[in-house]
């Protein structure tokens, strides 16, 4: 059951700090408009700076548990932001079962 949990840390460590180098530092690659936190994932709508991305928004999906993040790419905010409320929503709905 520890090393399970050690496992998982250091995992969640290692997506956590490429979380931070995104957003980050002297040259951050994406701009943070919405974010949300559960308890395997960070789900927000980014925006690329670093390399500049003529498709507008996209959702990013930080996945802990799996080691990965999943970009969903939208041309407006409004498109986005319905995705990330559906893709939240569904998955607060699968934590409660």
Not at 45 to 53: D, F, K
Request: glycine share 4%; proline share 4%; with cysteine.
């Amino acid at each position: 059951m520890r090393a399970t949990q050690n496992a998982l840390g250091d995992q969640a460590d290692r997506i956590l700090r490429a979380h931070r180098r995104m957003h980050g530092g002297r040259w951050p690659r994406l701009r943070t408009y919405t974010s949300k936190r559960m308890s395997d994932r960070i789900v927000e709508i980014v925006r690329w700076i670093r390399p500049p991305q003529p498709r507008g928004f996209c959702v990013a999906e930080w996945r802990m548990d799996e080691l990965s993040v999943r970009f969903f790419y939208f041309a407006t905010y409004a498109d986005a932001e319905l995705f990330m409320s559906v893709r939240v929503a569904a998955s607060v709905d699968a934590q409660d079962s």
